[in-house]
């Protein structure tokens, strides 16, 4: 019995690393196998659901119905991407702001395969930012698009396409819609406390982003989802 | 492949937007009209500045609202106010002329502020409103009623897109600002500011007094280290319009409130640079980057705000405009020492 619990609190953990694309090529074959045998596919869109709240309150809304279904249909319409492997290899060690990243390298590629205007409107200059200078800007806007397309085209071929449309709908679907100037930077949102401390610096009577109940120093599935 | 139809898509979003403000911008003013224009912004810039005045206010943004309490005096002196915010953690900033007191009862602290520009509502043109007519259509709306009050609606279109829209309801006998809504490019109302009570005229100058006079207890932090600097730090594309009204070192003072069993972050030292248009404020924040933060974009209301790693420096910028100006600063940030 314990032992069948700490399996599951394990096998959590490597659905909440692949929510957080931390996870190297091998462990990813083998948790989407997993993910897939288990059908733990609501504990993958729980832990995404998770991670949008934590961003904002305006994220916590169902998918439309028939969501994965589309999505799946379109993500299986489109044409492979096949790289050379020299192109993947920027980041050569993994700092926590990577991480981010890596995150953001995760949405990047829906917004590639389903839904590229809005994506690449909200997305695109913030991932060209990476760069100091014009030339590595270039080559890094490039690469997490890139890397994320790769990986995902390897595992669509181990495993099932729906599997992965479930993988990144809870997301994108709320996300597609927010293509109102008012809500188009609403995607990467922090609720991070200190965040407030410069808003009552540019102006004093601002309202509070976050509040206490929501405190998260990083916006990472991974620990809110363990500490729950 | 993927990269080009990405880059691609960015261009015609982009182009879009450019076309919804250039429809907004209209045909330009004539000599006439612009005469009227200046006398409009130097009495909604002068009156709050004249009068003696205190009511409550409400600033609602998106989903957030704020109640605070303004109390005006004004005499040989110079200026006196208080505001107090009325929601959440309590606070109460009172105001001599441009030095800011800010008492924080819970955490029983004073943090000063000095030679502050930044204004607040009902003054929210800032001293470069002149220039205003170059970036925003000026228009005259109804007759609508604030607060008990009967005010003149006018409509400020902006003529790009690097920043919001207007609708200011302006008292008729004192040209006090009674309501500012900012409205985005689809005409809906993001974030607006008005007064639900206001008694013009004279106040009990006691009421300006800070409500805590004992404050052997408290403790008294600076947050102006330096109020003027030329860092070498420069925005090297601004929205156009934009001007740097300011540029100091000031100390981002820990959150209000932290969770128990948190350790709270340690306030710290910035480099503020701020832009106006007259109207619309962007706040450039530098700052070594120690500690860990997550880059990205929030946008609540008409405010957004965005955060960036560069190199050595962290780089927060927040403003009252479209995410794309904010966007625009945050990638044109350079360190260019004379």
Request: glycine content about 4%; some cysteine; hydrophobic content about 40%.
């Amino acid at each position: 019995m314990a032992n069948k619990m700490m399996n599951d609190t394990l096998k959590r953990e490597n659905i909440s690393a692949l929510v957080d694309g931390e996870l190297n090529n091998g462990e990813l074959e083998l948790v989407l196998k997993q993910l897939l045998f288990d059908k733990e596919d609501d504990v993958w869109n729980t832990y995404h659901l998770i991670g949008d709240v934590v961003r904002s309150d305006d994220l916590a809304a169902p998918l439309s119905s028939g969501f994965t279904q589309r999505f799946a249909e379109k993500f299986a319409a489109e044409p492979l991407l096949l790289m050379p492997e020299k192109h993947v290899k920027v980041f050569p060690e993994k700092s926590s702001a990577q991480r981010v990243r890596q995150y953001l390298r995760t949405y990047l590629t829906v917004a590639s395969v389903a839904a590229a205007a809005v994506f690449a409107f909200m997305f695109g200059p913030l991932v060209s930012q990476f760069g100091q200078d014009k030339y590595v800007s270039t080559q890094l806007s490039k690469a997490p698009v890139m890397q994320s397309e790769v990986q995902l085209v390897s595992a669509s071929n181990a495993t099932d396409n729906t599997l992965l449309a479930t993988a990144e709908d809870s997301s994108t679907d709320e996300k597609v819609q927010m293509n109102t100037p008012a809500k188009e930077a609403a995607i990467e949102m922090m609720r991070d406390p200190r965040i407030d401390s410069y808003l009552i610096a540019h102006q004093r009577f601002s309202p509070a982003i976050s509040n206490a109940a929501q405190y998260v120093t990083q916006a990472n599935t991974a620990t809110t989802a363990s500490g729950k | 492949m993927q990269v080009n139809r990405f880059q691609l898509s960015f261009l015609v979003m982009y182009l879009g937007i450019g076309n919804i403000s250039a429809f907004a911008s209209g045909p330009s003013n004539t000599t006439d009209e612009k005469l009227e224009v200046q006398s409009l912004i130097k009495m909604i810039q002068s009156a709050p500045q004249k009068l003696n005045y205190s009511g409550t206010f409400v600033y609602q943004q998106a989903s957030q609202i704020r109640t605070s309490k303004i109390t005006h005096h004004v005499d040989a002196n110079g200026e006196l106010e208080k505001l107090e915010i009325l929601d959440g953690n309590s606070r109460e900033y009172v105001r001599k002329n441009d030095e800011v007191s800010c008492y924080l009862p819970d955490s029983k602290t004073v943090q000063v502020e000095k030679d502050v520009t930044q204004e607040v509502f009902p003054a929210l043109l800032a001293r470069n409103a002149t220039q205003l007519p170059d970036f925003y259509t000026f228009k005259k709306g109804e007759v609508s009623r604030v607060a008990g009050l009967e005010c003149q609606t006018y409509v400020m279109s902006p003529r790009d897109g690097a920043r919001y829209g207007y609708r200011l309801c302006v008292e008729k006998q004192s040209g006090l600002l009674l309501r500012a809504q900012t409205v985005n490019n689809h005409d809906e109302v993001i974030e607006q500011i008005a007064f639900t009570q206001l008694k013009l005229g004279d106040i009990d100058k006691n009421k300006i007094k800070p409500s805590f006079q004992n404050l052997s207890q408290w403790h008294i932090e600076n947050l102006t280290v330096q109020s003027n600097i030329s860092s070498g730090w420069i925005v090297k594309s601004l929205p156009a319009g934009f001007v740097k009204t300011k540029e100091l070192k000031r100390v981002i003072s820990a959150p209000p409130s932290i969770p128990s069993g948190r350790k709270p972050p340690n306030s710290h030292q910035v480099i503020q640079m701020i832009f106006s248009d007259g109207m619309a404020a962007i706040s450039v924040f530098i700052e070594p980057n120690m500690e860990q933060h997550s880059e990205g974009s929030l946008q609540q209301g008409a405010m957004t705000i965005m955060t960036k790693r560069q190199g050595d420096y962290w780089l927060t910028v927040v403003g009252e405009v479209p995410a794309n100006a904010i966007r625009q600063v945050v990638n044109s940030i350079e360190f260019k020492p004379k």
